[in-house]
């Protein structure tokens, strides 16, 4: 493995160019900043193609839909901390997927919009919710500078393909105090140090940036925001648990063997959730194992929640 590797493309954290391989994973490579340690996939479909991909994509309105029951406290919760600095007033999701959080901001007295480059979810918030979705991104939504109080951009940032100029958008399209909250995966976190390149919940063929606290702060506070909040969210029921300590540990032929996966097959969601469901010591792994309250109270969480303010 080569010791660094020079790109074109500068660290949208830090602006520096100089970048160490950092693990390959999911398919894909990833190399980390030697100045500031952003990790980023450093081969990355083309931009235009992934336009082309979210567009087309299906597979995250249905999960959004099996999850919306769930994320309408999630929303709530974040609303409420947004609340703490700014009055209800135009709110935008940017990446609302099919516009959970349009239902609770417009509950709580919001003026409430969404982007979304999914068909199929802007479909879906709009025939089922009602609420107003338009398909696209801020750079093509033609919106006025200063015209909203508050974005939310909720495990978004981290499937662009430049998060500085999607931050400066931001920056733009808020009014003077207006509020930003993002929320990512944490790669910061305990479960990312203690699973490395098998950090599931982080690290996907769709994440193309693994940001840790250190490093979004330093881009949210370079693109001129001033920083109100961080804090981290773990969550003890994680079904991906199990699947990732032995990836880590290469104990997942042993898992395969567990769960009845027969000889030179490889084991597939449905039957991983069904041993889950029958195997009461995977079940307790999953479910029980994860010091969730600890992790969360001690800053180490797999979910990294950041409130940002534009200057008045």
Same mark, same amino acid.
Request: proline residues 5%.
């Given at each position: 493995?080569?010791?660094?590797?020079?790109?074109?493309?500068?660290?949208?954290? @830090?602006?520096?160019?100089?970048?160490?391989?950092?693990?390959?994973?999911?398919?894909?490579?990833?190399?980390?900043?030697?100045?500031?340690?952003?990790?980023?996939?450093?081969?990355?479909?083309?931009?235009?193609?992934?336009?082309?991909?979210?567009?087309?994509?299906?597979?995250?309105?249905?999960?959004?839909?099996?999850?919306?029951?769930?994320?309408?406290?999630?929303?709530?919760?974040?609303?409420?901390?947004?609340?703490?600095?700014?009055?209800?007033?135009?709110?935008?999701?940017?990446? @609302?997927?099919?516009?959970?959080?349009?239902?609770?901001?417009?509950?709580?007295?919001?003026?409430?919009?969404?982007?979304?480059?999914?068909?199929?979810?802007?479909?879906?918030?709009?025939?089922?919710?009602?609420?107003?979705?338009?398909?696209?991104?801020?750079?093509?939504?033609?919106?006025?500078?200063?015209?909203?109080?508050?974005?939310?951009?909720?495990?978004?940032?981290?499937?662009?393909?430049?998060?500085?100029?999607?931050?400066?958008?931001?920056?733009?399209?808020?009014?003077?105090?207006?509020?930003?909250?993002?929320?990512?995966?944490?790669?910061?976190?305990?479960?990312?140090?203690?699973?490395?390149?098998?950090?599931?919940?982080?690290?996907?063929?769709?994440?193309?940036?693994?940001?840790?606290?250190?490093?979004?702060?330093?881009?949210?506070?370079?693109?001129?925001?001033?920083?109100?909040?961080?804090?981290?969210?773990?969550?003890?029921?994680?079904?991906?648990?199990?699947?990732?300590?032995?990836?880590?540990?290469?104990?997942?032929?042993?898992?395969?063997?567990?769960?009845?996966?027969?000889?030179?097959?490889?084991?597939?969601?449905?039957?991983?959730?069904?041993?889950?469901?029958?195997?009461?010591?995977?079940?307790?792994?999953?479910?029980?194992?994860?010091?969730?309250?600890?992790?969360?109270?001690?800053?180490?969480?797999?979910?990294?929640?950041?409130?940002?303010?534009?200057?008045?």
């Amino acid at each position: 493995m080569s010791v660094a590797t020079t790109t074109t493309e500068p660290c949208p954290v @830090c602006t520096g160019s100089t970048f160490a391989p950092a693990y390959a994973a999911v398919g894909h490579t990833f190399e980390r900043c030697r100045d500031c340690g952003l990790v980023r996939m450093a081969d990355a479909p083309a931009p235009n193609g992934l336009a082309d991909f979210y567009a087309a994509d299906r597979a995250s309105a249905t999960t959004a839909e099996q999850d919306h029951a769930a994320n309408l406290a999630r929303f709530a919760t974040i609303l409420a901390a947004i609340e703490r600095i700014r009055r209800p007033g135009r709110f935008l999701d940017v990446g @609302c997927s099919i516009g959970t959080s349009l239902l609770v901001a417009q509950q709580r007295g919001w003026q409430a919009m969404g982007l979304e480059p999914a068909a199929a979810a802007v479909a879906h918030a709009r025939q089922q919710f009602g609420v107003d979705v338009r398909q696209g991104t801020l750079a093509t939504a033609g919106l006025a500078k200063g015209s909203v109080d508050a974005v939310l951009m909720h495990h978004t940032l981290e499937h662009v393909p430049a998060p500085d100029r999607v931050l400066a958008e931001v920056f733009d399209v808020l009014a003077p105090g207006g509020v930003m909250y993002q929320s990512l995966p944490n790669h910061g976190s305990w479960k990312s140090r203690l699973l490395r390149e098998h950090f599931g919940y982080g690290i996907t063929d769709e994440h193309l940036w693994h940001f840790s606290t250190r490093t979004l702060r330093r881009l949210v506070e370079r693109t001129g925001f001033r920083v109100q909040s961080v804090a981290t969210w773990s969550y003890r029921q994680d079904p991906r648990l199990l699947w990732d300590l032995c990836g880590r540990f290469g104990k997942r032929a042993w898992l395969e063997r567990k769960a009845g996966v027969p000889a030179g097959q490889s084991m597939d969601v449905a039957t991983y959730i069904a041993f889950l469901g029958r195997a009461k010591w995977a079940h307790f792994v999953c479910n029980r194992l994860w010091p969730q309250r600890l992790c969360r109270w001690l800053g180490g969480g797999e979910d990294l929640h950041l409130i940002a303010q534009k200057p008045a």
